[in-house]
């Protein structure tokens, strides 16, 4: 089945530093790559997903890159902002053919005033 | 669009009662429905995949006779746990599968066994 690596498991940046969280996955089958932020207690949120037929997406801070050759892809968030803490998780599946979500085992990240 | 409603979203109960988890699919038809634990500081689990109208698939590790799922319907699909004990005690939260390609979650239930 789908392995999903992720580093770091926690990631400290002043605000208006960039972060960057990167994962990578073993099943080269799998074909989307979204990333969730969670808070505590509340359900993933997503804030960005990217298909394999793509080598990037940006949304505003938000971007991801994804090497299908290496099978790694990161989440990239420039200019923090405090309310960016939370918890973010990568995932991996083959959309559309009824798999599950793997997801790495996330970074914590906290963005310091 | 695409909103699954989980229900309850806490529970406190006693050691070897049964609690059920229910999650609905509001606007769209969920053929599959993904069943995940969380525990503390840690990443989602999967515990069991299920398709309308048949037996659910369990992740190695589960015990299916413990964690009875049922998807009756294309907009309903239940977790059963049965006899809970504290170390069950987790954030049990669905994910539906859409036709659009993506996955919705549900809203996480918060199980606390005493």
């Known amino acids: 089945g789908e392995n999903v690596e992720q580093h770091p498991s926690t990631l400290s940046v002043q605000e208006g530093d960039s972060a960057v969280i990167k994962c990578t996955y073993s099943d080269s089958a799998s074909n989307y790559f979204p990333w969730y932020k969670q808070e505590l207690g509340k359900r993933p949120q997503l804030i960005i997903d990217?298909?394999?037929?793509?080598g990037e997406k940006k949304d505003q801070r938000i971007a991801v890159t994804l090497n299908k050759t290496a099978k790694h892809f990161s989440l990239h968030i420039t200019e923090t902002q405090p309310e960016d803490s939370a918890v973010y998780f990568c995932?991996?599946?083959?959309?559309?053919?009824?798999?599950?979500?793997?997801f790495g085992k996330g970074t914590s990240l906290l963005v310091t005033p | 669009g695409a909103v699954v409603s989980q229900h309850p979203s806490w529970v406190i109960c006693k050691s070897g009662t049964s609690v059920k988890i229910e999650c609905r699919s509001l606007d769209f038809q969920a053929t599959t429905m993904f069943w995940y634990r969380q525990f503390p500081k840690q990443s989602l689990m999967l515990m069991a995949t299920s398709n309308e109208g048949s037996k659910a698939t369990y992740e190695q590790g589960v015990e299916k006779d413990k964690f009875l799922i049922n998807h009756a319907s294309l907009t309903l699909s239940t977790l059963t746990v049965t006899s809970a004990h504290p170390e069950d005690s987790s954030f049990y939260i669905c994910?539906?599968?859409?036709?659009?390609?993506?996955?919705?979650f549900g809203s996480g239930t918060r199980l606390t066994v005493v």
């Open positions: 995932a991996a599946s083959q959309a559309n053919s009824g798999y599950a979500l793997n």
């Open positions: 990217i298909r394999s037929n793509v």
């Open positions: 994910s539906a599968s859409h036709i659009l390609g993506g996955y919705t």
